[in-house]
């Protein structure tokens, strides 16, 4: 299975938003779910346990198994299903949506779930303004309660994907007796209302998940769920090897997954992936404040070496920010040239006897083991036209993402927050977002490029797919940040293990876990 290609199965999810809500009962209450403990292994970290705040994959894979959302994505689909919403209604203009909550369901510390809890969660995220609040601030006015069950988002224009924002973790109602009203809770192990509830947690070590009792739809396969954090992937693959995890997640190092095909023991499964790799250049700092540094960069960078040499071939080169396999991708960057980087170079005013000297930034630890020769890689690559020197400067996770905005040139990854072409793009370079992500990037005809995809009537008609494409040309013109590769969805786990269902939201359905 590792060897297969996957973008055919991305091809074949290129109706990637074909959003499917359709209304249901009030559900059941669910048993405790089976009493069989699967016991998972992964190299990344949860950052803080609040979904106000925290921002990264791992810990979304966390609310994902935890926390349900008004709606929520059909496992091994990217098609929207009721969650904590039986159904919605949207209103003529598009700029109000209002739900239909689930009645009868409670928060693990007991406090009922209604429209007030939703109203105080989405109220909380405005306050606290954590790293993904512009999920919910960039678009929603404000809250309103309709009644107990019924609650009313009123945005400030209408967005047609609003329903997929919906389904990430900011929109996560909590209970307002477990979470303080404007304050960060990053250990906080409350939770929501999800498959499992979080019986104990000590960072970096050791997770456990136990069923949740009220849970309205059907248990989780394993009643219990033990998630054990390593500090690298040789320890975890050890770890497999020796049936002492049944699952290994996020990431082995890429020549792992080839050699444990060989073990009858262990079973590779490979899945859509649309997790990409990328630079981020801030535009408001010498020297990437200058378009001719941007652009030589992306000349001179060797994307197809960075699969090679870094990922082993378990990524492929992208020339898009937008994912290929996913609706109105065209590959807008070119391909390496180093006699048009060092004209831009030398446009721009370097040259071999005056070089361009840079700080190119990495994270050690947060992208897996593989992220140093990422770093490596694309420093040869910019020397090797003789007219640039890098220098190469590392910090952990936490301060990385402190100095967004202070760094030049760095290295970043991306996991959808929903599926489309906008989460893709509208981050990184809308004027009023770019300075999350550390870009810093303005320009009135991109802005005005977002106003017109996010307000088109037909989610996936021609005129919202020319737009992008007209957004990814001029990406490849102005460089806020550099597409460099896509890289596969890969899971390793013990050959008695079922229940694995991959998907290109990415998430692993914990609840789905099962073993023979």
Not at 214 to 243: C, H, Q, S
Request: proline share 6%; glycine share 6%; aromatic share 12%.
């Amino acid at each position: 299975m590792y060897k297969r290609k996957f973008f055919f199965v991305l091809l074949a999810l290129a109706v990637v938003l074909a959003v499917g809500l359709t209304a249901c009962g009030g559900g059941k209450q669910a048993s405790t779910g089976a009493g069989k403990t699967i016991v998972i292994g992964t190299t990344d970290k949860v950052t803080d346990l609040d979904p106000a705040n925290a921002y990264d994959f791992h810990t979304w894979e966390i609310f994902h198994n935890t926390m349900d959302t008004l709606l929520h994505y059909k496992p091994g689909t990217t098609d929207l299903e009721p969650g904590l919403a039986e159904s919605y209604d949207v209103s003529d203009d598009g700029k109000e949506y209002t739900f239909h909550l689930r009645q009868g369901l409670k928060f693990p510390d007991g406090t009922p779930f209604n429209a007030e809890a939703v109203k105080w969660s989405i109220d909380r995220v405005f306050k606290i303004q954590g790293d993904p609040n512009w999920l919910v601030t960039s678009f929603v006015d404000h809250v309103e309660v309709v009644d107990d069950y019924t609650v009313k988002f009123v945005l400030k224009d209408a967005v047609n994907y609003f329903p997929l924002l919906v389904a990430t973790y900011p929109y996560a109602p909590v209970s307002p007796k477990c979470y303080p009203a404007d304050q960060i809770a990053s250990d906080s192990t409350c939770g929501g209302i999800g498959h499992y509830k979080i019986e104990k947690w000590t960072r970096d070590v050791e997770m456990d998940l136990v069923a949740n009792p009220d849970w309205y739809g059907d248990p989780p396969k394993a009643g219990k769920v033990i998630v054990k954090y390593f500090a690298d992937a040789t320890t975890m693959r050890l770890a497999l090897e020796n049936g002492e995890i049944d699952i290994a997640l996020k990431s082995l190092n890429p020549t792992d997954y080839a050699d444990l095909e060989k073990n009858p023991d262990i079973q590779v499964i490979e899945g859509p992936g649309a997790q990409i790799r990328y630079i981020v250049f801030n535009s408001d700092m010498a020297p990437f404040d200058n378009k001719l540094v941007r652009e030589a960069v992306a000349y001179a960078v060797d994307r197809q070496a960075i699969v090679d040499k870094a990922f082993q071939g378990t990524h492929e080169p992208l020339y898009s920010m937008v994912p290929m396999g996913m609706w109105s991708h065209i590959d807008a960057f070119p391909k390496r040239d180093l006699n048009k980087a060092k004209e831009l170079l030398q446009e721009a005013g370097y040259s071999a006897d005056k070089p361009l000297e840079i700080d190119l930034w990495w994270t050690p630890t947060h992208y897996g083991d593989t992220e140093s020769d990422v770093a490596s890689v694309v420093k040869a690559a910019l020397e090797e036209t003789g007219m640039i020197k890098v220098n190469l400067q590392s910090a952990e996770w936490a301060t990385y993402t402190d100095q967004f905005g202070s760094m030049g040139m760095f290295l970043l990854g991306w996991y959808p927050d929903y599926m489309d072409p906008d989460n893709y793009t509208y981050p990184f370079a809308a004027s009023d977002a770019s300075d999350d992500i550390g870009s810093n990037y303005k320009s009135e005809q991109m802005d005005a490029y977002f106003k017109s995809e996010q307000t088109a009537t037909d989610l996936r008609g021609a005129e919202r797919q020319k737009v992008f494409e007209d957004i990814q040309k001029l990406w490849a013109v102005d460089v806020p940040t550099l597409p460099l590769t896509q890289g596969k969805l890969l899971v390793a786990a013990r050959s008695n293990v079922t229940g694995i269902v991959l998907d290109p939201v990415m998430a692993n359905h914990y609840f789905l876990f099962d073993k023979k």
